[in-house]
């Protein structure tokens, strides 16, 4: 199983970005798919899930109301739509596929997942 994410860059605050994550080696549209990102001296967080089919999403309360996961399952793909960032958000960027197929993402822990993506750089200035 490969995730390759992208889209990360360098943006001001109140601005807006998109990043991808383009899955491939497993049937995509089977597993829930997450973000998480790791900011400069603090552990991995999560920030948004997405069930399989797309019709339940969740979000840290830090993103909510900013931010919307969603996916295109034709596409293996999932997004993150970041919105009004701050430069709190400053971070590596991860996608994630869940371990079991047809598993609600509710925990919200690195350990529901056993794929990730090598990271995209998201850097906010003020």
């Known amino acids: 199983v490969q995730l390759q994410a992208s889209g990360g860059g360098l943006v001001q605050a109140g601005g807006s970005l998109r990043l991808s994550c383009a899955a491939s080696?497993?049937?995509?549209?089977?597993?829930?798919m997450g973000w998480f990102r790791r900011a400069p001296g603090k552990e991995r967080e999560f920030v948004a899930s997405?069930?399989?089919?797309?019709?339940?999403?969740w979000y840290a309360d830090s993103v909510k109301g900013r931010f919307t996961i969603s996916r295109n399952n034709a596409e293996n793909t999932v997004y993150l739509q970041m919105g009004s960032l701050k430069p709190e958000d400053t971070a590596v960027y991860y996608c994630a596929s869940q371990k079991s197929p047809f598993t609600i993402p509710i925990l919200q822990r690195t350990s529901e997942y056993d794929y990730w993506g090598q990271g995209t750089q998201v850097t906010v200035s003020s």
């Open positions: 997405i069930s399989w089919r797309g019709t339940g999403t």
């Open positions: 080696g497993r049937t995509f549209s089977s597993y829930a």
